[in-house]
């Protein structure tokens, strides 16, 4: 927001006051050699890592840490994002989990028609929800030598830590695949507009923290194939997760917006804040397929377990009771629900329950809310509870 901010402007972000020129004063800038002292070089303000030269770093824990640590500094401060040229110096890997991914590819096509993803046109492309446990299940071996890569865990451990955790989607955009829109990546990233709004600033400052997203090029990328579309600083705008919709901020992000070849076995990770977007796929021949990586902190955990489907079919009929009588305002009510029911779409089964005219599904607590505004019985109540569950089941 601008200098000039009141404290109620400062403790949330309006969509509205978000300023492109402060934006624009964040972006504007040149990565430096000296910024990025491990790097072989810098493309487009993005520096590169030849991981073939700095395997060795990894086997050593004062080495290891002081790699993790320009890593660190640079998705944070610096460019936001970063290449791992060579990440599978050996593509064997690759590969063998590229023929498990086609077939579940072949396989889901059978049986649904294929997945969306929550950017692009149903059809337009390839994905598989999970790819993380069912490569596992599929073929544990392939599992073990994809995921046994310590030049992955190394950037995932110097952003989020020890003890993250991982989950991965398989994208496949074929030839004449369209680019997707400027946005920015999960959790704040994947709310409405009106949702992010409700979150404090501080909640805005802490959600990049929360994850790592990376993608590994299972394919040659040439840019005319359409890889990752990124703005190196867009990370550092703190209202951006209010702007990135705004079309004066997408305008920019397509005028500025920088690509980089990849090659297959090589990784790109990035700050979930960087603006960034899907690039379209003009080539003839060229099937884009990369692995995308989304890693979450292992802090992003409650201390207790919790039966929230439980405690909403009990508390259900009190408060319909308390509603009909009129003994409870609507602000009380809400209160209520928020203490019982699950309030976060997130982590689901994308495969049984994809978003539906946004980029979350719906909540335990938005059901709650519904089957009151609606007057539903406890006993319809309950099925939607239990038919829930099961979409969000592994």
Same mark, same amino acid.
């Given at each position: 927001?601008?200098?000039?901010?009141?404290?109620?402007?400062?403790?949330?972000?309006?969509?509205?006051?978000?300023?492109?020129?402060?934006?624009?004063?964040?972006?504007?800038?040149?990565?430096?050699?000296?910024?990025?002292?491990?790097?072989?070089?810098?493309?487009?303000?993005?520096?590169?890592?030849?991981?073939?030269?700095?395997?060795?770093?990894?086997?050593?824990?004062?080495?290891?840490?002081?790699?993790?640590?320009?890593?660190?500094?640079?998705?944070?401060?610096?460019?936001?994002?970063?290449?791992?040229?060579?990440?599978?110096?050996?593509?064997?890997?690759?590969?063998?989990?590229?023929?498990?991914?086609?077939?579940?590819?072949?396989?889901?096509?059978?049986?649904?028609?294929?997945?969306?993803?929550?950017?692009?046109?149903?059809?337009?492309?390839?994905?598989?929800?999970?790819?993380?446990?069912?490569?596992?299940?599929?073929?544990?071996?392939?599992?073990?030598?994809?995921?046994?890569?310590?030049?992955?865990?190394?950037?995932?451990?110097?952003?989020?830590?020890?003890?993250?955790?991982?989950?991965?989607?398989?994208?496949?955009?074929?030839?004449?695949?369209?680019?997707?829109?400027?946005?920015?990546?999960?959790?704040?990233?994947?709310?409405?507009?009106?949702?992010?709004?409700?979150?404090?600033?501080?909640?805005?400052?802490?959600?990049?923290?929360?994850?790592?997203?990376?993608?590994?090029?299972?394919?040659?990328?040439?840019?005319?194939?359409?890889?990752?579309?990124?703005?190196?600083?867009?990370?550092?705008?703190?209202?951006?997760?209010?702007?990135?919709?705004?079309?004066?901020?997408?305008?920019? +992000?397509?005028?500025?917006?920088?690509?980089? *070849?990849?090659?297959? !076995?090589? $990784?790109?990770?990035?700050?979930?804040? =960087? %603006? &960034?977007?899907?690039?379209?796929?003009?080539?003839?021949?060229?099937?884009?397929?990369?692995?995308?990586?989304?890693?979450?902190?292992?802090?992003?955990?409650?201390?207790?377990?919790?039966?929230?489907?439980?405690?909403?079919?009990?508390?259900?009929?009190?408060?319909?009771?308390?509603?009909?009588?009129?003994?409870?305002?609507?602000?009380?009510?809400?209160?209520?629900?928020?203490?019982?029911?699950?309030?976060?779409? +997130?982590?689901?089964?994308?495969?049984?329950? *994809?978003?539906?005219? !946004?980029? $979350?599904?719906?909540?335990?607590?938005? =059901? %709650? &809310?519904?089957?009151?505004?609606?007057?539903?019985?406890?006993?319809?109540?309950?099925?939607?509870?239990?038919?829930?569950?099961?979409?969000?089941?592994?």
């Amino acid at each position: 927001m601008t200098a000039a901010a009141t404290p109620m402007e400062q403790a949330y972000f309006d969509p509205d006051g978000c300023a492109l020129s402060d934006f624009t004063a964040q972006v504007e800038r040149e990565l430096t050699p000296d910024q990025v002292r491990l790097a072989s070089k810098i493309e487009k303000n993005i520096p590169i890592y030849d991981m073939a030269a700095l395997k060795a770093m990894l086997s050593g824990p004062e080495a290891r840490r002081h790699l993790m640590a320009e890593w660190a500094q640079g998705l944070r401060y610096g460019a936001g994002v970063l290449v791992l040229q060579g990440a599978y110096q050996d593509v064997t890997p690759i590969d063998a989990a590229s023929a498990v991914f086609d077939e579940i590819i072949s396989q889901e096509r059978l049986a649904n028609g294929g997945g969306a993803d929550h950017f692009a046109a149903a059809g337009s492309n390839d994905r598989i929800w999970n790819a993380l446990q069912k490569l596992c299940e599929a073929s544990p071996d392939v599992f073990a030598r994809y995921f046994g890569n310590s030049s992955i865990a190394a950037v995932c451990e110097a952003w989020l830590g020890p003890n993250y955790q991982m989950t991965a989607q398989i994208n496949l955009v074929r030839p004449g695949g369209a680019a997707q829109q400027a946005h920015r990546d999960y959790h704040l990233g994947f709310q409405s507009a009106e949702t992010s709004a409700q979150y404090p600033a501080h909640v805005h400052d802490l959600s990049p923290v929360l994850t790592l997203q990376g993608a590994v090029a299972h394919t040659d990328m040439p840019v005319e194939s359409g890889p990752t579309k990124l703005l190196p600083f867009s990370q550092q705008y703190r209202a951006g997760y209010a702007a990135w919709r705004r079309e004066g901020f997408r305008a920019y +992000f397509e005028e500025h917006c920088v690509q980089l *070849p990849l090659a297959k !076995g090589d $990784a790109v990770f990035f700050n979930p804040a =960087l %603006f &960034h977007a899907g690039g379209a796929n003009r080539s003839k021949a060229v099937q884009r397929m990369a692995n995308l990586l989304q890693v979450s902190s292992a802090f992003g955990r409650a201390m207790e377990t919790v039966d929230r489907r439980g405690m909403s079919e009990r508390l259900f009929p009190a408060l319909a009771r308390l509603k009909r009588e009129g003994a409870m305002t609507d602000a009380d009510q809400a209160a209520a629900i928020a203490a019982c029911a699950e309030g976060y779409s +997130f982590p689901t089964n994308l495969d049984r329950d *994809p978003p539906v005219g !946004g980029l $979350a599904p719906e909540t335990q607590a938005g =059901l %709650f &809310h519904q089957a009151l505004t609606e007057g539903w019985t406890s006993e319809r109540f309950n099925k939607a509870l239990a038919a829930q569950d099961l979409r969000r089941q592994a």
